[in-house]
């Protein structure tokens, strides 16, 4: 089965830094997945850096507190030309695990309003 099959058992957009908690409702595979669009300002044909400085967003997600996948939040990654961050994790969950996904940053240029925003969906199964 592909994740474009199943329907979300929770579809949140984002807007900011800050961390967003779901409830698992049943035991089972649950997959978790992000698009987040990061401060990117296109440059030319001939210099293709951005004048938005350079985000430093890092995405965490975490099952009961436990870190489960990091993305971002280094010097290299992401990159300043690079607009979005995203990834998927399936993890086995039971009832009234708490999945939390942290939307974090050191660099100024994310804490911006709404500089940083996209979508996280939480799909039962795989």
């Not at 099952?63 to 290299?76: E, F, I, P, Q, R």
């Not at 992401?78 to 969950?93: D, F, K």
Request: net charge negative; aromatic share 4%; charged share 5%.
């Amino acid at each position: 089965m592909t994740i474009n099959s199943l329907s979300p058992i929770a579809s949140t957009p984002v807007a900011g830094l800050g961390t967003q908690t779901f409830n698992i409702p049943s035991t089972g595979l649950y997959t978790i997945g992000f698009k987040i669009f990061v401060p990117f300002v296109q440059g030319t044909s001939a210099d293709s850096t951005s004048t938005a400085g350079q985000s430093g967003l890092q995405v965490v997600v975490a099952l009961n507190g436990v870190t489960k996948l990091t993305v971002g939040g280094s010097a290299t990654n992401p990159t300043p030309t690079q607009p979005i961050v995203g990834s998927l994790i399936v993890l086995q969950c039971t009832a009234d695990d708490v999945v939390t996904v942290v939307l974090s940053s050191a660099n100024a240029v994310d804490a911006a309003p709404n500089a940083v925003k996209g979508i996280i969906n939480i799909f039962a199964g795989e």
